[in-house]
């Protein structure tokens, strides 16, 4: 099998959704607008397409890439690279890209993810079943609750989720500019208002410092947090070490500063967390996602799965089939891609799908062959802001 065609596009969304969180956010952006518009990759071989999507990083959020610096890596640095080669050598691919482009997570995983679209399409069999299997049928799912100007609407967007998708996994973000004694008083108000049998994390985005990270969840002893979130600078591992050992046994999880592999293997070095968050989107895909898990598992932490894929269910996808590999306790309960469920929020690209939320706040692997989404190519051609064809190297 050789690639022999590959095209990418910026789509348009026809919905806005704007987050807050510590010091940033994040935003789709008005229709129209090509910043935070995802990007979606087409790779052909053999007759067969595969299809990747990523959700690109927009005003204000703490990744450096755009839709276009995404575009340029896949049209200008990868893609040739890709044009002629063998989509199943994806550890050969891998090495030349770092090469070619250093980094780029968004551009990688969109390659990585259309090529395991790809790759069981042409076996025959779903994205798992390439990773090792399914470890379970259905995946209960995250709501990551913005910040709000008052704990009163934090509180109601909680209850709302509950009352709509059965939804009990739960990360309130805090850290935002109300302090840590607000988001104190939002924990106890959430916790009070849906009860014992709701799990409660927090992501604070790293709006906090060290001192009061600790201050902030001992006060909190009583509301049974499940775990904290990069509370402070992703820079400082001998921070997050200190804060882990002063919170009391709740679970901290490092997200921002997992990039590489040897940010997984820092963490584990300086006992800097006991979970690890893994954004397919930001750490370049699937292939790159079970690498760390491999490390994760090596070192007894523990798996996250954040990524708030926004109307991709492509992207949504993906993760799906990662976090169906992964058996749990290595894999912590709640995945984070939400906002790209039918029955949440809709993917323009996607019309038909049973890639739903259930009234139980779960939502079941797709058994298809490759990611299991099928893709309108009539809806990309509506909704295209950007298309690209890429051209062999010179
Ligand atoms: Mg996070």
Redesign the pocket.
Same mark, same amino acid.
């Given at each position: 099998m050789r690639v022999d065609r590959i095209e990418v596009f910026v789509t348009d969304l026809p919905e806005r959704l704007s987050r807050r *969180?510590a010091g940033s956010g994040s935003d789709t952006g008005a229709p129209g607008d090509v910043m935070s518009k995802p990007i979606l990759v087409k790779v052909f071989a053999d007759g067969l397409v595969g299809y990747g999507q990523v959700r690109p990083t927009g005003r204000n959020h703490w990744l450096p890439d755009t839709s276009l610096s995404v575009v340029a890596a896949v049209r200008d640095y990868y893609g040739p690279q890709l044009l002629g080669a063998d989509p199943s050598n994806l550890e050969a691919l891998w090495a030349d890209f770092d090469r070619t482009l250093p980094n780029n997570g968004p551009a990688r995983a969109a390659i990585d993810f259309a090529l395991h679209d790809l790759l069981g399409k042409a076996y025959g069999v779903p994205v798992h079943a390439l990773l090792g299997g399914a470890a379970r049928p259905a995946i209960p799912v995250e709501w *990551?609750v913005s910040l709000a100007d008052s704990v009163e609407e934090m509180v109601s967007a909680s209850v709302r989720v509950i009352e709509t998708h059965g939804i009990t996994n739960f990360?309130l973000k805090a850290g935002g500019p109300g302090g840590w004694r607000h988001d104190v008083k939002t924990v106890g108000a959430v916790r009070a208002a849906l009860g014992p049998d709701v799990t409660i994390g927090l992501?604070a985005?790293m709006g906090w410092t060290v001192g009061e990270t600790i201050r902030a969840i001992n006060a909190m002893s009583d509301f049974d947090v499940s775990y904290v #979130?990069?509370p402070i600078h992703k820079t400082d591992f001998v921070g997050l070490a200190a804060v882990r050992a002063g919170i009391g046994g709740v679970a901290l999880?490092a997200? #921002?500063p997992v990039i590489g592999l040897h940010d997984v293997l820092n963490i584990i070095r300086m006992n800097a967390a006991d979970a690890v968050?893994l954004?397919l989107t930001k750490i370049g895909g699937i292939r790159m996602a079970r690498k760390m898990t491999t490390l994760i598992e090596a070192a007894h932490l523990q798996v996250n799965v954040?990524g708030a894929a926004v109307m991709s269910q492509l992207e949504a996808a993906a993760i799906a089939h990662y976090y169906a590999s992964v058996p749990s306790p290595l894999m912590l309960d709640g995945a #984070?891609f939400v906002f790209a469920l039918a029955g949440v929020l809709a993917d323009p690209l996607v019309p038909e799908t049973d890639f739903r939320i259930g009234s139980d706040g779960h939502v079941a692997i797709p058994t298809g062959p490759g990611l299991g989404i099928t893709v309108d190519d009539e809806a990309v051609a509506k909704h295209a802001l950007i298309s690209d064809v890429v051209s062999a190297a010179t």
């Open positions: *969180s *990551s990360s992501d985005n #979130e990069q999880i997200d #921002e968050c954004k954040g #984070e």
